[in-house]
């Protein structure tokens, strides 16, 4: 089975704080993306990936950044974290239609 | 773009008892993916649904996909507390997948 590993399930940090937040899988998956979900917003797009350092800016991008140095790994990085960053971060890697998603990091900044 | 309603918003039902969840799209679907998601947790994949008119089952779980291609249910038979959580349909764009905002589901013993 697929498996995509999110590196922390629990993360609080400070306002104004640099973090990351890391993904890998482990199937030589081309598409990676970032969701971020909240209640009554459902899943919303941040960033995906097709390839290796490439990017593609989804719904709401603003505030974010990623990196894509290796097949595997994709991460998320939010440049100055803010309150409103607040949410459950969930990472997915897909092979045609199938998507296999992360277990979630719930962040919270305070 | 593609939107997913999902329907009700939340649910809560006493244990054996059925129920459904619907999920309408305002564009055709050309696949329609049901997820399930414990609290606090990811995603996981039940079914998955392409052909108009197509029905899957898994144990208790029921999704159909109309012959329209343009709306999803899912029925669960008999409920049990394992089956509490929050329900998502999707459907693959272009680059991603889009998702409906989801149906949390109580089931009291």
């Known amino acids: 089975d697929v498996k995509v590993t999110q590196s922390s399930r629990y993360l609080v940090k400070r306002t104004g704080e640099k973090v990351f937040l890391e993904c890998v899988q482990d199937m030589d998956h081309e598409n990676m993306f970032w969701y971020r979900q909240d209640p009554g917003l459902g899943l919303r797009l941040i960033y995906f990936s097709y390839d290796v350092k490439m990017k593609e800016k989804g719904d709401i991008p603003e505030g974010y950044s990623v990196s894509r140095e290796k097949k595997e790994r994709f991460s998320l990085i939010l440049e100055s974290a803010s309150t409103n960053q607040t949410s459950m971060y969930l990472c997915?890697?897909?092979?045609?239609?199938?998507?296999?998603f992360g277990s979630g990091t719930r962040l919270t900044v305070v | 773009s593609q939107e997913l309603e999902q329907s009700p918003q939340s649910l809560i039902v006493q244990e054996g008892k059925n129920l459904t969840i619907n999920c309408t799209s305002s564009?055709?679907?050309?696949?329609l993916y049901w997820y399930k998601q414990k609290y606090g947790e990811g995603l996981i994949f039940l079914m998955m649904?392409?052909?108009?008119?197509e029905e899957k089952s898994h144990e208790k779980i029921t999704a159909k996909l109309d012959e329209k291609k343009q709306q999803s249910s899912l029925h669960i038979t008999a409920s049990q507390p394992s089956h509490a959580g929050i329900y998502l349909c999707g459907a693959p764009g272009n680059n991603d997948m889009r998702f409906g905002a989801g149906t949390r589901l109580t089931v009291k013993p």
């Open positions: 997915a890697s897909r092979r045609d239609y199938g998507y296999t």
């Open positions: 649904l392409q052909k108009g008119g």
């Open positions: 564009k055709t679907l050309y696949g």
